[in-house]
């Protein structure tokens, strides 16, 4: 099946830096969908961005999809505690099949 | 709204026991989903429903089984269970297909396999 990858694995980082999760696939999406799952919760989602090189934001979280359909990523901008958690992406091919990323945990110091 | 509800919580299987998860939405959506997380992994597919006495396997569907007779309901069968189930399931749903829309998750049920 078609996968997608996810990197890093983990991401530790002291409070106030950045954090970027990225998302790649071999073959062109149709759209990707990215979720947040707090420790002991359930995935919820985040945003859908469908459009080459679209970019979107919300508030301190900035999602891009790259120009050839193929990479996106989350850039969280001064992480706080509450950022704390594992960060999906789902990828849709244009096969209709949607694949889960591995996801990236991410931890903040205080 | 409650969203979308599942049941038990937590579980313990005896090797070749059986068991159904109970999942339930009241947001009247056509797509439901069954997931499984391994510790530390992504989320993988085992079966989908795209609306009443439709389902169909997703990626991992092996060992389970699955029935939609209502809008609502959507549970999960596993008939002997395996110490490889021992995973956490979570149940998804939404109003059109899972990528061109947002999946609104259940709390998850954690099942142990000894």
């Known amino acids: 099946g078609q996968q997608v990858m996810q990197i890093p694995q983990y991401q530790h980082v002291q409070e106030g830096e950045d954090f970027t999760t990225y998302c790649n696939s071999s073959?062109?999406?149709?759209?990707i969908q990215w979720y947040k799952q707090r420790p002991g919760g359930h995935p919820v989602f985040l945003i859908q961005l469908v459009k080459s090189g679209e970019v979107k934001k919300q508030k301190r979280l900035t999602f891009q999809f790259g120009e050839a359909k193929k990479n996106s990523s989350l850039h969280i901008t001064a992480t706080q505690t509450t950022d704390v958690g594992t960060y999906f992406c789902?990828?849709?091919?244009?096969?209709?099949?949607?694949?889960f990323g591995a996801g990236t945990r991410l931890t903040v110091k205080p | 709204n409650a969203g979308v509800t599942q049941t038990p919580k937590f579980r313990i299987l005896k090797i070749g026991q059986s068991m159904t998860l109970q999942c339930t939405q009241d947001m009247n959506h056509n797509y439901m989903y069954w997931y499984r997380q391994d510790p530390g992994m992504g989320l993988k597919l085992i079966y989908y429903?795209?609306?009443?006495?439709?389902?169909d396997k997703g990626e991992v569907p092996n060992g389970y089984n699955v029935s939609r007779s209502t809008t609502e309901d959507f549970p999960l069968r596993l008939e002997l269970a395996a110490p490889s189930q021992t995973s956490v399931y979570f149940c998804?749903?939404?109003?059109?297909?899972?990528?061109?829309?947002?999946?609104?998750f259940g709390p998850g049920t954690r099942l142990t396999v000894l």
């Open positions: 789902a990828a849709r091919h244009n096969n209709n099949d949607m694949r």
């Open positions: 429903s795209v609306g009443a006495g439709i389902t």
């Open positions: 998804a749903s939404s109003s059109r297909q899972g990528g061109y829309n947002e999946q609104f």
């Open positions: 073959t062109t999406l149709s759209n």
